[in-house]
């Protein structure tokens, strides 16, 4: 897709989201402290801020499209294997070198 078609297709999914929600543009841009006329280019898939976008995502409530953007900070299942490996299996017991010097009070 250009530029210009996702551009065109945010705006044609902010004003199907706004109709469902019954709310005029006016009131839209007005909650989200920007212009009625910044929305209606949104709307129309022109230029705006990507602050402006996430302004009016969030008063629709549709902040939930930028959870594709996470990043799963997740290991890889070798990194796992190398790790396990390393881990202590057993607990160690006294040594007999260390149980002669708490006999002579070190």
């Known amino acids: 897709m250009s530029d210009v078609a996702l551009s065109q297709t945010i705006g044609v999914f902010v004003q199907h989201h706004r109709l469902n929600q019954n709310r005029?543009?006016?009131?839209?841009?007005?909650?989200?402290?920007?212009?009625?006329?910044?929305?209606?280019?949104?709307?129309?898939?022109?230029?705006?801020?990507?602050?402006?976008?996430?302004?009016?995502?969030?008063?629709?409530?549709?902040?939930?499209?930028?959870?594709?953007?996470k990043v799963d900070h997740s290991i890889s299942p070798l990194e796992y294997a190398r790790l396990q490996k390393q881990a202590r299996k057993k607990a160690t017991g006294k040594r007999k070198d260390q149980e002669h010097k708490t006999d002579l009070g070190w």
Not at 32 to 45: D, K, P, V, Y
Not at 50 to 66: A, C, G, I, N, P
């Open 24 to 69: 005029s543009q006016e009131e839209v841009a007005n909650a989200a402290g920007i212009s009625r006329s910044t929305l209606s280019l949104l709307e129309r898939g022109e230029k705006v801020t990507l602050s402006t976008l996430l302004q009016v995502l969030r008063v629709l409530d549709l902040l939930y499209v930028m959870d594709v953007f």
